[in-house]
């Protein structure tokens, strides 16, 4: 199915202008144009069209993962431990398994998610911690990343209206949407 995606501007990455009024169109999990929106809805006027406020970007690379998920505990909320993730004493205090580590890093991914980031700086060493990344599609880099909006990349990135993440789409599947 073709989607539009497309916000206020378009801020593509790399050494391309920012584009008033721009859109990408999705198939799958690829990028298969970027342009105008007019252009775009005209040239496919059957896609599906997810407008957003704001400004759409190339996702953001989360620096400490590692720290981030596996070195903190977000807890449940139905458990009684706040809602910041633990680290230091507080971590020492629990028992964690790597049951509880794999729920922790799920709850850790979706803060991820909620902040505009799709790929993680690792490398990450606990399997369940690996595993809740990899299912969430988030990716796990050795370092830095420049992701670009452009025909033929995978559909990744994030929509941000003032300083808060409106939507975070990876390989064309929207996987935060605020609410």
Known sequence: ??????ADVLVPGGESPSLPGGAVLVEGHRITAVEVYDDLAAAHPSARVR???GA???GLLHPHGPEFLE???HPDPREDLGTEPLTGESLSALAMTDTRWGA???RGVQRL?????????GPLQRPTVIDAVHRSGL???QGPMESVLLPGEDATFAIFAATECVATVIKGRLLHRRR
């Open 51 to 53: 407008r957003w406020p």
């Open 113 to 121: 998610l909620a902040q505009g980031t799709v790929a993680v700086v």
């Open 139 to 141: 990716s796990i880099e």
């Open 56 to 58: 759409l970007t190339p």
């Open 71 to 73: 070195r903190s505990y």
């Open 1 to 6: 199915m073709l989607t539009i995606h497309t």
């Open 104 to 106: 922790s890093a799920r």
